[in-house]
């Protein structure tokens, strides 16, 4: 086990509000919450508004301290002030609206703008803007305003911003709830290929269930607790129960559950749709047996 965060027994709970008396507040987002990802890994969280999921990603980039227990990212405790600065060059943070984290009026200028301020010599700063808005695929458009982009290729200058700072992790809020399914396939492109050609760790915050279902490993979240934790096929099988908490599973896991509940033999840890066709051809192939045979 090669550890990049590293979670033991946190609590945190959000100050309370003086304004709004009758907010829910001091009641814990997360209690004794423990968890480890590994180096290298694709990690995907999901759970419905309020179950802690995001909260969890901003103590990850010490934007949160835990009230108790400690989180480490490589290593280093985040509660630590003088581990700040490391941490955030470790592991990188992508919000869900790219205009929030673009600054700059032209994109190689927004790239480099984070390098620039970790005082990045001029000439390695040239080199980590052309290597990042490469591995974005968006090279060819570096000197165009960010105005003039499409919502997935914002959000991808956005994602080159936070690979200039060449980090280890990166933690994606939510990167393409604002986009169309056009934009939303370009980034987890990017984000796939960064993982799989960088072996750069990624935590996504997602709430479609066809984006979690291409990690390696999906952990549910419900009220500040971890319910599920496994591989996407495994999470998703449990499907009356992903309903129960306010969540969907991908279409074609849904369909082969309908199957089985009509009485089909079907596997219920279907997650794509070339592990479906597979599975349906199989199903008629049978039947179409059996007829022959009557």
């Excluded at 370009?186 to 760790?201: A, G, S, W």
Aim: hydrophobic share 40%; net charge negative; charged share 25%.
């Amino acid at each position: 086990m090669n550890p990049i965060v590293e979670a033991e027994k946190i609590t945190f709970c959000y100050p309370t509000d003086e304004e709004n008396p009758n907010a829910k507040q001091n009641i814990p987002v997360f209690e004794n919450l423990t968890l480890t990802i590994e180096k290298g890994s694709f990690i995907a969280i999901l759970g419905h508004n309020g179950s802690g999921k995001s909260t969890f990603a901003k103590h990850i980039n010490a934007i949160l301290i835990p009230e108790s227990g400690k989180i480490f990212v490589d290593g280093m405790n985040t509660a630590e002030e003088e581990n700040l600065f490391s941490i955030r060059q470790k592991a990188g943070m992508v919000f869900q609206n790219p205009d929030n984290q673009i600054v700059a009026t032209i994109v190689e200028e927004d790239v480099a703008f984070a390098p620039e301020n970790l005082g990045v010599p001029p000439a390695e700063i040239r080199k980590r803007v052309d290597e990042a808005l490469h591995a974005v695929n968006m090279y060819d458009y570096r000197n165009h305003a960010p105005s003039q982009l499409s919502g997935g290729q914002k959000q991808r200058v956005a994602i080159a911003g936070v690979i200039a700072m060449q980090p280890e992790c990166l933690i994606l809020d939510e990167p393409t709830a604002m986009l169309d399914p056009q934009g939303r396939q370009e980034v987890m492109q990017t984000i796939q290929k960064l993982n799989h050609e960088k072996n750069m760790t990624v935590i996504l915050i997602t709430h479609y269930m066809e984006e979690a279902a291409l990690a390696d490993r999906v952990i549910v979240m419900d009220n500040g607790k971890i319910i599920f934790d496994n591989v996407p096929e495994k999470v998703f099988s449990h499907v009356e129960e992903m309903k129960a908490l306010g969540l969907d599973v991908p279409q074609v896991t849904e369909l082969a559950w309908e199957l089985q509940k009509a009485g089909y033999s079907v596997s219920t840890e279907i997650i794509t749709e070339k592990n479906c066709i597979q599975a349906l051809e199989k199903l008629l192939s049978g039947e179409r047996r059996g007829n022959d045979d009557s």
